[in-house]
């Protein structure tokens, strides 16, 4: 009786696995098609790497022009760095992170002698 | 010592690579400049020896035509720049050009110029003129918070051209 459960089990089992497995394509098939993200359309853009050149743009220079200056700049010069201007704030911001990664630091020593001194 | 040639005749396409401009105490390399991402024109880089700069796009000293060499007025926390002293220039006062090719273009200060950045005078600077011209830009006037509010523009004309 115990062989006749066991396999009356087994049977209930397969059943509902093999009622399972044809529900999934059934129900992608007649269904409205969704569309299934795939890794190649919803991979990001890899930003463009930084680099220390700034990348040019392409100067158009207008075809048959007797311009002596043909691609001219812009606007005005930027000729003129002031002590409290972008160049000197780069070095700001290096020293800025590196007292961060110190105080950060300085947390984790601090926490640890806290657990040693109390046992943890 | 340079050779003298015929006075303003305009010579062949040869880039700068030593500016000379004794009334100051300027003797700088040149380096190449183009245009930055936006469109406005490169400057040269903001170092302790900052050099004065080329803009490649225009004329080369002494081709007919306005030749554009730039500069800075003060470099942040490196102090003065190659410009520093660029607007004490009067009419007359001589630049000195040393060629790629060997050639030595020597021009005369012609006028001295501080403008408004929102009026930078782009024709005057950059439009076509019927003889070798030069152009030396840097900032310039008062400060607006981090930036110089003006430029001040040296314009030259040819006045000698020779070989080494």
Redesign the interface.
């Known amino acids: 009786m115990r062989i006749i459960r066991r396999t009356g089990s087994t049977a209930l089992a397969v059943a509902a696995t093999a009622l399972l497995i044809g529900a999934g394509p059934a129900f992608a098939d007649g269904g409205t098609p969704t569309p299934v993200p795939s890794s190649t359309a919803t991979a990001p853009t890899p930003a463009p790497a930084p680099s220390e050149a ?4 392409a ?1 158009t220079v207008t075809s048959g022009s ?23 704030s780069g070095d700001g911001t290096l020293i800025g992170g590196l007292a961060a990664v110190f105080a950060a630091g300085g947390v984790g020593v601090y926490v640890l002698r806290r657990r040693r001194t109390t046992g943890a | 010592m340079p050779s003298p040639g015929r006075a303003g005749r305009p010579l062949e396409r040869s880039a700068p690579v030593v500016l000379r401009i004794p009334a100051i105490g300027v003797d700088t390399p040149v380096v190449r400049l183009g245009l930055q991402a936006d469109g406005s024109v490169e400057v040269p880089a903001v170092t302790a020896d900052d050099r004065a700069g080329w803009y490649r796009y225009s004329p080369t000293p002494g081709q007919r035509g306005p030749s554009v060499l730039l500069g800075h007025v003060t470099v942040g926390k490196y102090g003065d720049g190659v410009f520093r002293r660029l607007d004490r220039l009067r009419p007359g006062d001589g630049i000195t050009a040393r060629l790629e090719n060997g050639t030595t273009a020597e021009f005369a200060v012609t006028a001295v110029r501080t403008v408004g950045k929102k009026e930078f005078p782009t024709a005057d600077v950059y439009g076509n003129v019927d003889r070798p011209e030069l152009r030396l830009i840097t900032c310039g006037g008062p400060l607006t918070g981090d930036e110089y509010r003006d430029n001040v523009i040296v314009f030259a004309v040819l006045t000698r051209a020779g070989e080494r």
Do not use: F, K, L, N
């Not at chain 1, 700034?54 to 743009?57: A, D, L, S």
């Open positions: 700034t990348p040019e743009p100067p007797d311009d002596q200056v043909p691609v001219v700049p812009r606007g005005a010069a930027d000729t003129g760095v002031t002590t409290t201007a972008a160049p000197s």
